[in-house]
């Protein structure tokens, strides 16, 4: 029997029924305002949501503001809204939230519509962009897994979404959601994710391009367009799809776009990704003395973080010459290398050298480890000699291979490295630094922070002492051996290979690097001066007033030869080698710039007579292949540098735009060529910067003059054209007959 309900008791039902849904109502409006205290966790301050944070990368840039590379965390370089392609925002409003520019940060109405599709099996996400750019911003342990946890996020990301939507435009958040984006790959931001997939920039991105990428938000591994491409390329379009729907894409368009490939132009993102990471890895370490000598920290007082504050570093690198450099070396080193190994093919390179192999044992990661290990020295030696899985670095690209660990270490000890720098000597501006052949495998710059013997790129030293007190390029001396008393010690006299008998002007001398003129001058001169000028000309290493420094027994680097180079370029004014012009925060303000030290090293006739001495060692010397096989016939001079059992070869060479230094050996002394025609600087250092100066010339966006090095404006005194030098002592003989002397 069924019982009616009266009229009481239906207006009673109601009323009930709307007890709870109003009291409903409160508690939740009770309970969200409660998230928004802070009482179920945490919310980002104001101040946090006007000012986000998120890991950015530092960007090292070229003179004309070109990356070079980055440091980071996360491979993050924000760009603005007007550097973002429209084809990227439309893509994005079209499949992630068609209705961004309705809502408020909370879309309501698609929010019940994916309620009601999730609960017929057709589940969808139902977050806005502004939502999404809640979650990526602001929490640090990213989408929760657990169902509880991760509906109370959600609440989280509401309130912080209406706030963003309060604060800021739907440019600048669109922008901020694609500035904080993974797109995975070690791809931050779009603009990573530009260059990593497609080596392009974020403004340049085509419709296939931006569609590729904002499907990778729907899962960055499942839609990898490295792992999984086919996947990858049916998401493309699908989000073209979505575009065509949204009226951003025409249906024309579309039948075109989705027959193209995907077209990766992939290069994947590591911290040493980029050129010039030799230069990178001082540069940073630079950064961090100079802060914290300077005591730049951020308006909090804290620290800057090289890896996550985003700062801009501007430095004096050429990006072309940079790559020149490296290309030089590259060409160079692979045929050097082969013409080594095959110097000592039938000969055993090892041989008595075991005292050499156990220290690159011990010096190497894998001792290092093993010791950390808490392995024995017996265990150790077990382990270097058992054959195990290795990666090993070759001229024709990295090998994966089975070998002996002991055996890689003597593999790399037979291997050639390599370093070069080039600078403006007016400027003291770097322009190119390649502190080794592979940062990946050999992490020690050889630029600045190793020092090498420096051999026969010492003796102008030597000579430019000597002019200074009178002599001339054209003052002929006897080419025989020399003995120089040393007060305390044993008398020293130097060796000469390929000596030019009879008697020699000092410019063929240096030309053809003979040792017996260079000590002879040095007996004239005396050792300290020779080292006081060394110093003033910007060695910084050690250079002990001995008379052997005129063959050049002292250390020094790269970075400090080119330096004192530059003074005979510069009119006698050492100017201190410079690479930083400014470090920016990541709003542009200038947080340091550099202005290079000068001071006069030597007179500027002096210089200029050295200039034309180091032409002659190319015009008429061991430095001619320049011309010969370069083909530069411009105004260039330079001295090459060969050490004791051929262990190190140097060239140094000056234009009046450009100096540069290259050295070449291996990693340790020991190891070196059999012979000298072969491991001398003329053909170990010299090709490799002949081959960069060819590639510098024929730019001419570079503007490096090939005009002749400028003469003293008052003239110059002392005689350097050899003709006219012997015509002024024939005079004087017959002058001093006349009188009587």
């Not at 073209?240 to 776009?257: G, I, S, W, Y």
């Not at 010096?363 to 054959?387: M, W």
């Not at 006299?493 to 030309?511: E, N, W």
Request: charged content about 20%.
């Amino acid at each position: 029997m069924t019982k009616n309900i009266s009229a009481a008791e239906i207006k009673q039902y109601n009323l009930t029924l709307w007890k709870f849904f109003i009291g409903g109502l409160i508690i939740f409006s009770l309970f969200i305002v409660a998230i928004g205290f802070g009482l179920f966790g945490a919310l980002p301050p104001f101040r946090d949501i006007e000012h986000p944070k998120s890991n950015q990368a530092t960007e090292i840039l070229t003179e004309d503001k070109r990356v070079l590379g980055t440091y980071f965390v996360q491979n993050r370089s924000n760009v603005t809204y007007s550097q973002i392609s429209p084809n990227v925002i439309n893509a994005l409003i079209s499949t992630e939230d068609t209705r961004f520019k309705e809502h408020s940060g909370i879309d309501f109405k698609r929010t019940f519509t994916i309620i009601f599709y999730n609960l017929i099996g057709k589940k969808q996400g139902a977050s806005t962009i502004t939502q999404q750019l809640a979650l990526n911003l602001f929490s640090e342990e990213g989408r929760q897994r657990n169902f509880f946890k991760r509906v109370m996020q959600k609440f989280q990301e509401w309130i912080v979404a209406v706030k963003l939507e309060r604060n800021y435009t739907k440019e600048e958040i669109i922008t901020m959601y694609l500035n904080t984006v993974d797109f995975g790959n070690q791809a931050y931001g779009i603009k990573s994710a530009a260059r990593v997939y497609f080596n392009t920039t974020p403004d340049q991105l085509t419709v296939s391009q931006a569609a590729t990428l904002v499907g990778l938000q729907k899962g960055i591994t499942r839609y990898s367009p490295t792992r999984n491409p086919e996947r990858s390329l049916a998401r493309r379009n699908t989000v073209m799809a979505n575009m065509v729907k949204e009226d951003v894409l025409t249906q024309q368009q579309f039948d075109e776009e989705k027959e193209k490939p995907l077209g990766l132009v992939f290069s994947a993102a590591t911290v040493n990704d980029g050129i010039a990471p030799y230069f990178r890895a001082v540069l940073k370490n630079d950064i961090k003395r100079i802060f914290q000598e300077r005591s730049i920290v951020k308006a909090d007082g804290s620290p800057y973080d090289l890896d996550r504050d985003g700062l801009r570093v501007i430095t004096t690198i050429n990006y072309d010459m940079q790559i020149y450099a490296e290309a030089a070396q590259k060409e160079a080193m692979k045929v050097l290398q082969a013409t080594f190994l095959k110097s000592w093919k039938g000969r055993d390179p090892f041989e008595g050298k075991e005292l050499q192999i156990e220290q690159g044992i011990k010096r190497s990661d894998r001792y290092k480890a093993l010791q950390l290990e808490g392995k024995s020295e017996a265990e150790i030696k077990t382990d270097f000699n058992t054959p195990t899985d290795m990666s090993i670095f070759t001229w024709k690209g990295d090998i994966d291979t089975l070998m002996k660990p002991v055996d890689s270490v003597k593999y790399y000890k037979m291997l050639l490295r390599n370093a070069m720098m080039a600078m403006d000597p007016k400027t003291g501006y770097v322009k190119a630094w390649v502190g080794g052949i592979n940062y990946e495998h050999f992490k020690y710059d050889q630029v600045k922070m190793g020092t090498r013997q420096v051999g026969s790129t010492a003796k102008p030293f030597t000579y430019s002492v000597a002019i200074e007190n009178g002599y001339s390029p054209c003052y002929q001396v006897l080419n025989e051996p020399v003995t120089i008393d040393v007060p305390g010690g044993t008398p020293w006299t130097p060796k000469s290979g390929g000596t030019i008998p009879g008697y020699l002007t000092l410019q063929k001398a240096l030309a053809y690097s003979q040792n017996f003129i260079a000590a002879y001058l040095m007996k004239q001169v005396g050792p300290t001066a020779v080292a006081t000028l060394a110093k003033r000309m910007g060695i910084t290493s050690n250079v002990p007033a001995y008379p052997s420094i005129a063959l050049g027994t002292f250390d020094a680097s790269v970075f400090d030869m080119v330096g004192a180079y530059s003074v005979f370029a510069n009119k006698g004014i050492w100017t201190q080698p410079t690479y930083i012009l400014r470090i920016e925060d990541k709003n542009g303000v200038v947080l340091f710039a550099q202005t290079p030290q000068k001071h006069p090293a030597m007179n500027e006739e002096v210089a200029f007579v050295m200039t034309r001495m180091l032409e002659g060692v190319v015009t008429g010397g061991f430095g001619y292949p320049l011309i010969s096989k370069y083909g530069i016939k411009t105004p260039v001079g330079g001295k090459t540098g060969t050490t004791q059992n051929n262990s190190d070869g140097w060239f140094v060479g000056i234009t009046p735009d450009l100096v540069a230094g290259v050295w070449t050996g291996c990693e340790d002394r020991a190891f070196h060529f059999i012979n000298t025609n072969q491991g001398e600087g003329a053909k170990t250092a010299m090709p490799i910067f002949g081959d960069f100066l060819k590639r510098v010339y024929a730019n001419p966006k570079l503007k490096i003059s090939k005009a002749d090095f400028e003469k003293p404006k008052g003239g110059v005194s002392i005689t350097y054209d050899c003709n006219q030098y012997q015509q002024q002592q024939a005079d004087t003989t017959a002058l001093d007959q006349k009188l009587g002397f």
